[in-house]
């Protein structure tokens, strides 16, 4: 199985200021097809998870643009530009690459 | 607007068996592969499940294989996970999620609410 690592594991940000989560993945994930099936999903308190980035570094419908992803191969980022107090919540990676689909640990994002 | 309600979840002794289901809208169901993502309190979000949009193909966390099954009826765009031989680790909010694939998991897009499965005596 491949495994997904988070860090931090918890990041207290002012808000207004930047936050930065980071994931990497035991193997890496560009699938046979070409792609690199990395996500980033949010999940709000008490709310299932939402995503918010596909392929690395796409936008989902309706996503800030604050929020953006990048990487390659086996490291990826998560960066929300300016932290509103909405986006106080646990933020997963997750990879579709490989059967079984797993998540990292989960990073949450509180203010100061 | 894409919607999944699940529904079945409960309380059920070790050893026995729940079938839940989520019923989908505001998308043609047959089109996309599906999930079951289950998340224990205060956990992390762990994968089941995923269908293909036929059927055809499904695929199960080792964790799970052998005791649930995943299954689909497109004529009433319902998704179903019959769990049976459960366990006090199966304990979780169980989340029905499509699939931005076809054949099988790739990139979850939607989650619905989810429902709760508490196994104990």
Request: hydrophobic share 30%; glycine share 12%.
């Amino acid at each position: 199985d491949i495994v997904m690592t988070q860090t931090p594991l918890s990041s207290p940000v002012t808000l207004g200021q930047p936050a930065s989560i980071s994931c990497r993945s035991s193997q890496s994930l560009v699938h046979s097809d070409g792609n690199t099936y990395l996500s980033w999903l949010q999940q709000r308190p008490g709310q299932p998870p939402r995503l918010l980035i596909y392929k690395i570094s796409n936008r989902f419908s309706g996503v800030p643009d604050r929020f953006s992803g990048s990487g390659a191969g086996t490291d990826f980022t998560l960066k929300i530009s300016r932290v509103e107090a909405a986006d106080v919540g646990v933020y997963y990676c997750m990879q579709g690459t490989q059967i079984p689909l797993t998540f990292g640990g989960g990073t949450k994002v509180e203010i100061k | 607007e894409v919607q999944l309600v699940e529904s079945g979840g409960g309380l059920v002794q070790p050893g026995g068996s729940l079938r839940l289901s989520c019923v989908a809208s505001g998308f043609t169901f047959s089109s996309y592969a599906m999930n079951w993502v289950r998340q224990a309190p205060g956990k992390g979000l762990e994968w089941v499940s995923s269908i293909s949009h036929s059927g055809s193909g499904t695929y199960y966390a080792d964790s799970v294989k052998g005791r649930f099954t995943i299954s689909r009826d497109n004529s009433k765009n319902t998704l179903y996970l019959q769990m049976n031989s459960l366990r006090g680790e199966d304990t979780a909010v169980y989340y029905c999620a499509r699939d931005r694939g076809v054949v099988r998991g790739l990139e979850i897009d939607y989650w619905g609410q989810g429902t709760l499965v508490t196994v104990s005596s």
